[in-house]
């Protein structure tokens, strides 16, 4: 036995880049998957995709800004399975822009998916933990949550500190039976670096991205050394990063 062998890991933000490739990865190691993003056509093609290869796999169409469908996500996942064994709050967006730019709706996209989407999920999925004595919050954070990522970053930065700060209090304060694990990447080749709308940030972010990012399985990786500890190790954080990047 591998340790991930038959948990129910749900992921949100599996339609693509880190959740899609983490998807893979766990269901390749015997996990079942609860596969959570709003593009439910993708969900359906990697979970067909898992059921044929002989695992296990559910795809749920959920808004993580709506807290009810987070409320709904993790019903229908015990419903289905029985039970959760890992939350990986994955789900994300990168507005970059100068703060003069004032991109308010961006700012409120990025703390409603980035932060709040991660507060469902955790406020939905502790009384199931709490009760089965047992379960992994794997929230990701990012380099850009260590550091300021600024000019451009700063706001996103603040919603990937918030990750962090959250991620540690949250295990100081139910760490017993519960383990609490924060990822934090560095630059890694996924449809992140489409998400600005100021020409000139997007132009950038893309160019730094084809010159360092590193393929999305090498973040799948850290999540799966995490999740096998035996239950008695909490691995807390994971800092990774493209070995040329110097950010
Ligand atoms: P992608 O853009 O490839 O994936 C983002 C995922 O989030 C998609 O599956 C998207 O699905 C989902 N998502 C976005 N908004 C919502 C929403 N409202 N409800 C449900 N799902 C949503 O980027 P990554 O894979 O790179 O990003 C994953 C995480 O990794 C993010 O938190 C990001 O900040 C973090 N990260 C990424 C790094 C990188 O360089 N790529 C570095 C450090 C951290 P859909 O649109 O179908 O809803």
């Known amino acids: 036995m591998n340790n991930i ?23 390749a190691k015997g996990a079942w998957l609860v ?7 993708r969900l359906d093609t990697l979970a067909s995709e898992i059921l044929t290869a002989g695992g296990k796999a559910l795809a749920l169409q959920v808004d993580v800004t709506q807290r009810s469908d987070i409320e709904q996500m993790v019903a229908r996942t015990v419903e289905h399975f029985g039970r959760i064994d890992v939350l990986v709050s994955n789900a994300g967006l990168m507005s970059i822009a100068p703060i003069s730019a004032s991109k308010v709706d961006e700012w409120e996209r990025m703390i409603d998916i980035n ?29 850009a949550g260590m550091k300021v990522f600024s000019p451009g970053g700063t706001v996103y930065s603040g919603t990937k ?9 949250l295990r100081h304060e139910v760490g017993a039976h519960i383990r609490t694990t924060t990822v934090s990447p560095g630059l890694v080749d996924t449809e992140l670096k489409f998400g600005s709308s100021h020409a000139e940030s997007l132009a950038a972010v893309n160019e730094f991205y084809r010159q360092q990012a590193i393929p999305a399985d090498s973040v799948a990786r850290a999540i ?14 994971v800092i990774l990063r493209p070995t040329v990047q110097e950010f």
């Open 35 to 41: 596969l959570v993003a709003r593009r439910k056509e």
């Open 161 to 169: 500190f918030a990750v962090r700060a959250i991620s540690e209090g």
């Open 224 to 237: 799966a050394y995490a999740i096998e500890q035996p239950a008695d190790v909490d691995i807390n954080e």
């Open 5 to 27: 062998s038959g948990k129910v890991v749900v992921i949100t933000g599996a339609s693509s880049g880190l959740g899609e490739a983490t998807a893979r990865h766990l269901a």
């Open 115 to 143: 932060v709040k989407g991660m507060l469902y999920g955790i406020a939905a999925a502790l009384p199931i933990f709490e009760k089965q004595q047992t379960g992994h919050f794997i929230n990701i954070s990012s380099i």
